[in-house]
Every structure is written in C-alpha cells, then in structure tokens.
C-alpha cells in the first residue's frame, strides 16, 4: 500500500550519500512522521544511522555510473512508493514542517521554485530549447526542491522531462525542465523562496523561521563542511574515501569562489567560520571531531 507523503533523494556517489544522509537527520527531526527514500549506487544498504529507521523509510540501491545522475533525476517517480512526493536535492537542510506539501498537492500535479532572475550562465542560458527562443529568455525553474503528485498528470511530467533531457544533450536537467514546463498539461505551481531558500547572509533571525528547506548548494559553512564528512566516514564500503567527499567539497567552496568578488568572498568564508544559518545543526564534541579531522588531513 502506497504511503501518501514521503521525500526522495537520489544520491548518486560517495559525497552526495554523505549529504543525502546530514538533509535526512534534519528531516527527521523536523518531520518524523515522514518517511523518506534513499536511491543511492555507493551502498546496498543503509550505514548505521540513526536517521535511517528500518520498515518505514526505504533504501533502493541501483547498480549505475555517478554520470546517470540528471537521467535518473529525471526519472525519479519510477523509484518511489509515495503518492505525493517531495523531491529533495542531497545538498538540502530541513528547517521546517514539510507538511503542507500534503495539502497543496490536493491542487496541484508539479510545485517548484521560480527563479528571480533569468538564466544567464553559458550553457544553460545559451541553450535553445523552444523553436528560437533561449533558456535566458524564458522564466527559469529551480528543480532542488520539488512537490510532485504521484499520478497520471504528474508522471507524464517526468516522461516528458526526461525525453527533452535526452533529446537537448545538454548535462544540466533545469535546461530540459523549461520545455517540459511550458508544455505541460499538468498543473503547476511555482513556490516561494522558503522551500528552496539560499542563506541571505544577514537577517538569518527571521530567514530561518520561514526557511522550510535550505539549498545550500555551494555556500558551505565550516559546521556544515565538517557534518558532512561526519556522515561520509559513517558509510558502509570496503576502503575509506573521506578524502575524495573532502575534495569535493573543496571544490564546491572554489566554484563559490568563482561565482563573485574576492571581498565579498571574503566576507563569505570569514562568516563560513564563526557561524551556521542551519543554526539547528548539532556541533560534534570539539576535540572528537578535531581528532577525526586530523586523520583525515583536514587539518
């Protein structure tokens, strides 16, 4: 028997798991009647968790290359037995209630952020995908966060999507989700900044009471950086492979870098060090978590 509501992350490699499993403890936390589903190709089954409750959350292992992420993505309603969905990228922090997902599905087959601004960045912005018309001349969606109904509507949405994700060729999902949008039958709706919110910098107080999901993406604070590498050491597999979680990661931090001045970085990463806009995010025993890093040569 179908569940009603439950989240789906698809974690495909070693450090989207690691961050899959921090965005499911902060889950839980704030929604424990809700049961969530792993689909993951690092694991057969799930690490020692405490998040991970066994007969009412789900792990689905697929036996696919890390590259079939967006193809997957694509496809994810095939990977679930929840009749309404929340979609959530790995690199998400739960700040709130969830439930209301439950209600607005009632309405609507596909919910999504719409973003501010048009899509500009070369190849996505670049990218024709309806006759003449680029991605940067038409409202751009956001797909970390998404409410989907498990029905006939909303899995028409995926085939779609899916099918434009191959015929485009082009390696970023969002580019195909605008074409699909503008041609769907389904009813769509377009969500605030609160479920899919990046951190303002400044007035966190009143951001983080509104806050219900925190796409952090690239703005990765030291307590955020540290939890994840946490959770990577929890998972099960033959060899430790904290090194390469740590070095995308490192990564992550120099796209940041790249995306904005050298001062207004700098103000990023000194704020990364003294302060976490998930402010729930428990903080390890200090001299544990040193120890750990020492190992790991992060310091």
């Known amino acids: 028997m179908a569940k009603e509501l439950g989240v789906v992350y698809l974690a495909l490699g070693r450090p989207y798991l690691a961050m899959a499993l921090l965005s499911a403890e902060s889950l839980v936390r704030h929604n424990p009647d809700t049961p969530f589903t792993i689909v993951t190709n690092v694991a057969n089954q799930p690490p020692d968790v405490k998040c991970f409750r066994n007969g009412f959350d789900s792990w689905v292992y697929v036996d696919v290359d890390v590259e079939s992420n967006r193809h997957l993505k694509t496809k994810i309603l095939s990977y679930s037995e929840y009749e309404k969905i ?78 434009k994700y191959v015929q485009i060729g082009n390696k970023y999902d969002q580019v195909a989700l605008v074409p699909a949008i503008f041609e769907s039958d389904a009813r769509i709706l377009s969500l605030e900044d609160r479920w899919n919110a990046t951190d303002p910098g400044f007035g966190r107080g009143r951001w983080r009471k509104e806050t219900l999901v925190f796409h952090y993406a690239t703005n990765l604070c030291n307590n955020l950086f540290h939890k994840i590498i946490e959770y990577d050491e929890m998972i099960l597999s033959g060899t430790s492979c904290a090194n390469q979680t740590r070095q995308f990661l490192e990564a992550k931090r120099k796209l940041k870098r790249s995306q904005m001045s050298l001062m207004r970085y700098l103000v990023i990463n000194a704020m990364w060090r003294i302060s ?18 020492k190992k790991l040569s992060l310091y």
Not at 279 to 293: D, V, Y
């Open 86 to 163: 929340i979609f959530l990228d790995c690199d998400t922090i739960v700040m709130g209630n969830l439930s209301l997902a439950r209600k607005i599905l009632e309405y609507f087959d596909v919910c999504l952020r719409l973003n501010r601004y048009p899509q500009k960045r070369n190849g996505k912005g670049d990218v024709k995908v309806l006759g003449d018309l680029k991605v940067s001349d038409l409202p751009h969606w956001n797909s970390g966060v998404m409410l989907v109904r498990n029905n006939a509507a909303g899995r028409k949405f995926f085939e779609n999507w899916n099918e």
């Open 276 to 293: 976490s806009p998930a402010g729930f995010i428990e903080k390890s025993n200090p001299r544990t978590l040193k120890n750990r890093l």
